[in-house]
């Protein structure tokens, strides 16, 4: 028996009423009207966490996560399925849950350790350790409403982590107080880490999720959209988020300055972008960092001796970051004839992780004009098998040099 | 639960150790086991609501013993000033009084008499109003922390009883300023726990209720507004049951439990004849145990069958 959590075809289901009088009619009509509408937050989600292993949570607003926060967590229930969590749950949902504005910090600290199970003895006795750890100082005499959000969020994150759970549910609670607090949070969810403890953790930050987690589960809609190692998962859910956010192929449009109308007919024109692996036919929607790659362009120009032309290939990350871009025009190579193709090879890519917009354009001599331009129908996946954060992958290696201790001089 | 792998028990109701086995409709028996395991949840809760209520005040818990002293001269004076003598009230109060000679003072024993009622209903009425608010009002805790929830309306019932404890001590120092001490003996006075056990056992029950209610239906502490002081007026707080002209009445007052209550009370308080070996002392102390048992029952009964509920429609 190697996990603390267990989840089985756990499902939420919520109603939802036009107006507060529905709820009455339908229950005054003794299951014979209906006038709720039925929202699945959750839909048979299954998996398990490994003892003292962390799971991170991620996904869009709305996908479900925080609801399964709240059942792992005891707040609310689930519709059907069942979970098990073996061992003392504790959750940090929401900091600072029962303050009260009224009460000083101190009376809040140990009202708010009773509320998670201590008893006023134990709080006292803890009490000391937490209000160090809290750095209110002086403030925790003061009521709370005098405070700013982010030390009632301190007081909140202190007493939050001075339990000794076995497991840890997090609801992306790191916004907390300035960025030496933050640090210290995050160190403390290191150090329940490192003492063996079970953590679900649900933040936006991937990066954190990266750094935390070893698994990550991605929740799309209330249903598990992929499990697996937190790295892979996270690029994947980057990459699905990326695609979904912006219209990369309105930016290329006004990138360059348009050649002068009136010459349509005969401007060198594109006919077709396609990106392959070499060898194959077959259009490449996704690879891997390392992976061989050609785009072929193919083009037409029928009057090269009126109109030299360059091609340029560009990588433009769907954020409109321009990752990358070749040009014959840089590299010296002429492109002659009144139709052709040119094929870019690139023996290892070196993107990591994303979406990418492909992009050709047909220049003139001078590389200033544009004739046209053209994307690869598909934008390409790149997707990293490997444990690697940023855009570019780099030759590297370490060498670590360990500093000599120097003794006393006499 | 933590070998084989079986996944049967939903374990977030372990979560904070709040370990629940039976059916809402039995659950009333394992209540007491379960307050008793967050005793200091319950404590603290109180504690705080009684403090919240007085908190940023300059004479702060004074104002629960204030409050009453003020309330007394204002009866006297309303009662012996602006209405005019109540010989028909005092004709039938006065004989249960005993030996009337005693008590010259009429008007100053219509305001002890009105003391004793009010403030047993004023503890029951403010709590069971107030406990409307206790889910709804507490949604950040509901929501956000595993919580045996049932602890929230205790504790604002607690909070209004020791309130009521303060003003009763009030009270029996008006008593004592108007001769009628010791109209309860000390031995009597040894009743009055229990009954506040039982008003706090009906609260509770009621509170439950209509903390749940205000969940699915908003308009309950509107609706409890009007009700209770609706209720407050059928109760024999401003009135008496033993004039003449409502003799004929007495028997749809027993319907009323806080009606038995209230009898109790004065027995206990203010009737120094009430004969502690006879039955009629005790009935409405048993009609009303009676009554507050069953309000309870049903009180845990609801609100444990719609409490998985309450996260998901705060």
Request: proline share 5%; aromatic share 12%.
């Amino acid at each position: 028996m190697n996990h603390a959590i267990e989840v089985r075809g756990l499902s939420k289901k919520y109603k939802s009423y036009p107006t507060p009088g529905h709820r009455i009619l339908e229950a005054l009509s003794l299951g014979q009207r209906s006038f709720h509408r039925e929202h699945w937050a959750l839909r048979d989600v299954d998996f398990d966490v490994a003892k003292g292993s962390a799971l991170g949570i991620i996904g869009a607003n709305g996908a479900g996560k925080s609801t399964l926060m709240k059942i792992l967590s005891g707040t609310t229930f689930q519709t059907s399925g069942t979970f098990a969590c073996h061992g003392r749950v504790s959750s940090m949902l929401e900091l600072g849950a029962g303050f009260h504005a009224e009460f000083s910090g101190r009376e809040n600290l140990i009202m708010n350790g009773i509320m998670m199970g201590y008893s006023r003895r134990e709080m006292l006795e803890k009490f000391d350790e937490i209000w160090e750890f809290s750095e209110l100082g002086a403030f925790i005499e003061e009521p709370l409403r005098t405070y700013s959000s982010g030390m009632a969020m301190r007081l909140g994150f202190s007493v939050a982590v001075a339990v000794d759970p076995e497991i840890l549910i997090i609801d992306e609670i790191f916004a907390v107080g300035d960025m030496h607090f933050q640090k210290k949070c995050i160190d403390k969810i290191y150090e329940f880490r490192e003492r063996g403890k079970t953590i679900l953790f649900c933040s936006h930050s991937l990066y954190d999720i990266r750094q935390l987690c070893d698994q990550a589960l991605w929740v799309r809609d209330g249903r598990i959209a992929r499990h697996g190692d937190a790295t892979l998962v996270t690029n994947e859910y980057a990459a699905f988020e990326r695609a979904l956010d912006i219209d990369a192929k309105a930016v290329v449009e006004g990138d360059l300055p348009a050649a002068p109308k009136g010459a349509k007919e005969q401007h060198p024109r594109i006919t077709e972008v396609r990106v392959y692996r070499p060898g194959s036919e077959e259009e490449c929607r996704e690879c891997s960092p390392g992976e061989a790659l050609d785009v072929a362009v193919s083009y037409e120009n029928p009057d090269p001796s009126r109109y030299p032309i360059h091609i340029g290939i560009g990588f433009l990350r769907s954020d409109q970051t321009l990752c990358i871009a070749n040009s014959t025009q840089f590299d010296g190579v002429a492109v002659p004839g009144e139709s052709g193709t040119a094929v870019l090879h690139i023996p290892r890519l070196q993107l990591l992780s994303g979406t990418f917009v492909v992009f050709c354009v047909i220049l003139d001599g001078p590389g200033i004009h544009r004739y046209d331009n053209r994307m690869a129908k598909q934008d390409l996946v790149v997707l990293s098998r490997e444990r690697n954060l940023g855009l570019f992958a780099q030759d590297h290696r370490w060498k670590i040099e360990v500093a000599r201790e120097v003794g006393p001089i006499s | 639960m933590s070998e084989g792998g079986s996944i049967s028990a939903p374990l977030g109701e372990r979560a904070y150790g709040v370990h629940r086995t039976l059916p809402p409709v039995l659950a009333v028996f394992e209540l007491p086991r379960i307050l008793w395991e967050h005793r200091e949840l319950v404590k603290a809760m109180a504690r705080r609501s009684l403090k919240a209520r007085f908190r940023g005040s300059v004479l702060g818990l004074l104002w629960p013993l204030i409050h009453p002293f003020c309330l007394f001269w204002i009866y006297l004076f309303v009662f012996s000033r602006i209405f005019p003598s109540r010989k028909d009230f005092f004709a039938s109060e006065l004989v249960l009084l005993g030996d009337v000679s005693q008590v010259l003072r009429d008007n100053y024993y219509f305001a002890v008499y009105l003391f004793s009622g009010i403030l047993a209903w004023t503890a029951f009425g403010e709590a069971v109003h107030r406990n409307a608010q206790a889910i709804t009002g507490n949604g950040n805790l509901i929501k956000k922390m595993a919580f045996p929830s049932e602890v929230m309306p205790l504790a604002e019932c607690l909070a209004t009883l020791a309130i009521q404890v303060f003003g009763t001590s009030v009270f029996l120092g008006f008593m004592f300023v108007g001769g009628l001490w010791p109209a309860p003996g000390p031995a009597q006075l040894l009743i009055w726990p229990i009954l506040l056990v039982l008003q706090l056992v009906f609260t509770y029950g009621l509170s439950l209720i209509v903390g749940t209610l205000q969940v699915f239906l908003r308009d309950t502490d509107h609706i409890l507004g009007v009700l209770i002081t609706f209720w407050m007026f059928l109760t024999p707080i401003f009135w008496s049951p033993h004039i003449e002209a409502l003799q004929g009445y007495v028997g749809y007052f027993e319907w009323n439990p806080m009606f038995h209550l209230i009898q109790a009370y004065r027995n206990v308080l203010i009737h120094p004849g009430c004969d502690w070996l006879s039955w009629e002392a005790w009935r409405p102390v048993l009609v009303f145990a009676g009554v507050g048992l069953g309000m309870l029952w049903l009180g845990v009964w609801f609100f444990q069958s719609k409490r998985k509920r309450f996260a998901d429609e705060i």
